[in-house]
């Protein structure tokens, strides 16, 4: 019997493959709303983010949000990251 391969996804912060379960998703809907994705199960474009501080302030600085999902993320998106990753 062959074991499952894990989905492996790169940071938009550092550029690293990690398992996907060690990243945070964001998804754009197709309704074009965009939310934090713990589950990694939401309909929609998805960006994968690492769970730390420094790939958080990496991303944020190079606006690699707004140049994965190519339209401008609003700031309350990254301020909701900011607070799940420092509580």
């Known amino acids: ?4 391969k894990k989905p492996n996804r ?4 550092c550029r690293e493959s ?6 945070i998703r964001v998804v ?8 934090i994705d ?5 309909n929609g474009r998805g960006a ?3 769970d730390s501080e420094e790939c958080f302030a ?3 600085k ?3 949000l707004n140049r994965s999902f190519r339209v401008d993320v609003p700031d309350e998106i990254y301020d909701e990251l900011e607070r799940q990753l420092k509580g």
């Open 1 to 4: 019997m062959q074991t499952r």
């Open 10 to 13: 790169q940071c938009i912060g």
């Open 18 to 23: 990690r398992e996907k379960k060690d990243l």
């Open 28 to 35: 754009r809907t197709p309704e074009g709303e965009f939310c």
């Open 38 to 42: 713990r589950t990694g199960r939401r």
């Open 48 to 50: 994968y983010l690492c």
């Open 58 to 60: 990496r991303a944020r």
């Open 62 to 64: 190079s606006n690699a």
